[in-house]
């Protein structure tokens, strides 16, 4: 099979188009929910949570087998 | 950098930081994800980015690279990279349109041939840029992309013979 040129091959390759940019994408870094830079403190920093107190009205006791 | 600058960064550089993920990728998912955390990279810590060292463009392209290719390996941890016995083969022409044949074959390059491919062909990047942006010596990416190209020339092929085949069918049917 005869090969491609170079020229051949750059048109070619021209044909293959990316589609846009999603417009999800800039809400995913801009929501309005808290401050970017709160969120990004939030997705870094890992804060303790205090299991055992989750539910602090009730009693050991008065749990059923 | 302050809120505005990197709003301005973004508007700027978000589109090629999407479709240099999007062709490595295949994935609109996977190459929104990377666009994300390449843009929250320079967010979180933006003296990563030396002006003296190049474009911010290059230096996003890089952080997209890294991200892309981690992926890469998490989901083709047994693969080589860039595979020199990479034997290329036709695609399937019959059924798919030439778009989509090209796609396939860029996609079907070892990753790091596709790459260079996708960062000069598609991005106009220059091979210095390139060599900046991946880290690699320019005569390293040099070959790469020579054989990439040697590559897609074997697997586009019989591409040439369904155009010339489609344009004597258009020309008949007119």
């Known amino acids: 099979m005869e090969p491609l040129s170079d020229k051949e091959l750059d048109r070619l390759l021209q044909l293959w188009v990316a589609p846009a940019t999603p417009r999800s994408l800039h809400q995913r870094l801009f929501a309005v929910q808290a401050p970017w830079w709160q969120r990004l403190l939030d997705s870094f920093i890992r804060r303790p949570s205090f299991v055992g107190r989750r539910y602090p009205h009730r009693k050991k006791s008065s749990r059923k087998v | 950098m302050t809120e505005s600058e990197f709003r301005k960064t973004f508007e700027q550089h978000k589109d090629a930081v999407y479709r240099f993920a999007w062709r490595m990728t295949n994935s ?51 693969d080589a990279l860039d595979d020199e016995q990479f034997v290329a083969q036709p695609v399937d022409i019959v059924s798919s349109e030439i778009r989509e044949i090209v796609g396939s074959a860029v996609q ?58 489609e344009g004597l069918d258009h020309g008949t049917a007119e």
């Open chain 2, 28 to 78: 609109p998912v996977a190459a929104e994800d990377i666009a994300q955390d390449t843009f929250l990279v320079l967010l979180g810590q933006p003296e990563r980015f030396d002006k003296n060292r190049g474009e911010i463009r290059s230096f996003l392209l890089g952080v997209a690279r890294n991200l892309a290719l981690k992926r890469w390996r998490d989901d083709w941890r047994w």
């Open chain 2, 108 to 165: 079907g390059l070892p990753p790091l041939q596709r790459e260079v491919l996708i960062l000069t062909q598609y991005e106009g990047l220059t091979l210095d840029e390139v060599a900046h942006t991946v880290g690699v010596e320019v005569g390293t990416l040099k070959a790469r992309l020579h054989r990439a190209r040697q590559n897609l020339r074997r697997m586009l092929a019989s591409l040439k013979k369904k155009q010339e085949r």
